[in-house]
């Protein structure tokens, strides 16, 4: 698919010119951009090459933006399609002009910079910029200038960048979703943030994953918890709905004291404390004190960077043909007494060639966390409801060089990118998730959704 660079011309009338050695338009009598469409007349002008010019008064009625957008296009029935038009659904916005959602503005500058290279165009909008009588949208978009607010049509597909499960649950924000998917017939990719107990009750049905989890319980009773102490040497509690490793807990039982031990992180430093008993540690370790929300997780014995545990994080994401490929892979370190390896309690990255392990150990690492995302991330996008585009998995590999699958999730953190060599992989899944979203909306041509 090619793709066009577009620009107006000041004549009045209807007439859109283009090169037919490049295109041939000859036949078409529309011209559509989102969900805004106009007849006009196609003329073809010699040398223009790959641009496409287009009447200013025709540009205003598509609510075109007038920024150097290079796009591809798409060819209908009698309809020239111009795009694709992406929607990035988010809350949190800021009144900034600098900085207008907030801490994450410095990510979404970086998503929308990756347009060009797609040929797509993107912009920001949450609840609030919608005009549903009009079909349009007040957009924030940008380019070298900074940050704008435009008008601009619905959109062809929306990506769901919502921060957190509390919007995500928000009623409001929930009928956007609705009204976009079913009334106007709009995909929607990356809806709706994992449960950690419904991934694991699902995962331990299929055969070929199976062998990859932990020995997991969801809403452990205190006896459970202590049965499999007695079968391993520590467990980890986990949030149900916890992310970025707030409120995780690891616990294990010490024979000869006959006491038990946990470990967790709170804002102000990583705490180890002992008890008589395990009622006692979860009465003051979880503040609710109810088991749950929780779920309860075999401790790996996992392979160790200057005596610190080791897990992954490895990012997949579909590409321009919707298959799966894996785009980052990240090792995290534990920081000194922290229970996971999240960088705010201590841990920090290395890339998998920075390990202290020999190269052969490198290839095989990275070979087999490649052929476990990849067999995760098929079955989980078979079996969930909604359109996923992308994922984040933490994986460990123990010292007997078995993988483990700890974790799956939907709207995978980005930390690891602070890494300097992972800028490469860093601008891979941004482009990623915006050659979805271009798949996608090649799909709703095909399928006359429009």
Request: proline share 4%; net charge neutral; hydrophobic share 35%.
């Amino acid at each position: 698919m090619n793709i066009f660079e577009f620009i107006t011309h000041d004549e009045n009338n209807n007439t859109i010119y283009y090169d037919d050695k490049c295109i041939q338009l000859n036949t078409l009598n529309k011209i559509g951009f989102g969900r805004k469409i106009c007849s006009v007349t196609f003329e073809n002008n010699q040398n223009l090459g790959y641009k496409i010019k287009i009447p200013k008064n025709i540009s205003s009625k598509l609510y075109f933006p007038n920024l150097k957008f290079k796009l591809k296009v798409y060819i209908q029935d009698d309809t020239l399609y111009i795009g694709p038009l992406i929607g990035i659904f988010t809350a949190g916005f800021a009144d900034s002009d600098i900085r207008p959602i907030g801490d994450r503005s410095l990510f979404f500058s970086k998503l929308l910079s990756s347009q060009d290279v797609v040929g797509c165009a993107a912009y920001i909008f949450g609840a609030h910029s919608i005009d549903w009588g009009n079909c349009l949208i007040e957009g924030y978009v940008y380019d070298r200038d900074g940050w704008k607010i435009i008008k601009i049509p619905f959109p062809n597909v929306v990506y769901d960048r919502l921060p957190n499960r509390k919007t995500e649950n928000h009623r409001l924000l929930q009928r956007v979703k609705d009204r976009f998917t079913s009334d106007y017939k709009i995909p929607w990719f990356n809806p709706g943030f994992f449960n950690k107990g419904e991934i694991n009750s699902f995962l331990e049905k299929i055969d070929s994953v199976k062998r990859y989890l932990p020995s997991t319980i969801k809403h452990p009773t205190l006896k459970q918890i202590d049965e499999l102490l007695d079968l391993f040497p520590a467990l980890y509690l986990k949030p149900e709905n916890g992310s970025l490793g707030n409120g995780v807990i690891k616990l294990w039982y010490s024979n000869e004291e006959q006491a038990y031990y946990c470990k967790y992180s709170d804002e102000e430093k990583n705490n180890v404390k002992k008890f008589d008993n395990l009622e006692t540690l979860i009465t003051v370790c979880i503040k609710d004190r109810s088991l749950s929300r929780y779920i309860v997780q075999q401790s790996i014995s996992l392979i160790r960077e200057k005596k610190q545990p080791i897990d992954f994080r490895v990012h997949t994401n579909k590409d321009e043909k919707g298959e799966w490929l894996v785009t980052a892979i990240a090792a995290k370190i534990a920081g000194k007494g922290s229970p996971t390896t999240h960088i705010k309690n201590g841990g920090y990255v290395k890339t998998i060639d920075e390990l202290n392990i020999s190269p052969e150990k490198k290839l095989k690492y990275e070979d087999m966390l490649i052929s476990v995302s990849l067999l995760i991330s098929k079955e989980l996008d078979k079996n969930f409801e909604g359109l996923i585009g992308e994922l984040g998995f933490d994986l460990g590999i123990d010292v007997t060089d078995d993988v483990w699958f700890f974790e799956a999730n939907s709207k995978p953190g980005r930390s690891i990118f602070h890494h300097p060599k992972l800028l490469k992989n860093d601008n891979l899944t941004r482009e990623c998730s915006l050659l979805y979203a271009t798949y996608l909306a090649e799909k709703s041509f095909s399928n006359h959704l429009w």
